[in-house]
Nanobody
Framework: QVQLVESGGGVVQFGGSLRLSCAAS????????MSWYRQAPGKERELVAT????????NYADSVKGRFTISRDNAKNTMYLQMASLKPEDTAVYYC????????WGQGTQVTVSS
């Protein structure tokens, strides 16, 4: 079955960096676009970044453009989100997701940016 497992979250100071990972299994990873979403307390889940199957195209939310980088290693069935210049407003649970016939989500990883 499809599994998505995020890791790499934690507590970081304002201006710091973190790298999130999403290990995928149960489908042909390289064929599908993947995305990162996040959900802050009391807010709706929002799209952060998307990457195509081969990794050739990426898209970012305006709020993270220039600070976050999405990437993938299809040999390892893993997607990444490199986050830099973190701000308190980046504090959220971060989820990876893939849309097959259904949409699948990981369990999420908490990122907390302290000021």
């Amino acid at each position: 079955q499809v599994q998505l497992v995020e890791s790499g979250g934690g507590v970081v100071q304002f201006g710091g960096s973190l790298r999130l990972s999403c290990a995928a299994s149960g489908f042909t990873f390289s064929l599908y676009s993947m995305s990162w979403y996040r959900q802050a307390p009391g807010k709706e889940r929002e799209l952060v970044a998307t990457i195509t199957g081969a990794g050739g195209r990426t898209n970012y939310a305006d709020s993270v453009k220039g600070r976050f980088t999405i990437s993938r290693d299809n040999a390892k069935n893993t997607m990444y989100l490199q986050m830099a210049s973190l701000k308190p407003e980046d504090t959220a649970v971060y989820y990876c997701t893939v849309k097959l016939r259904n949409t699948y989500w990981g369990q999420g990883t908490q990122v907390t940016v302290s000021s």
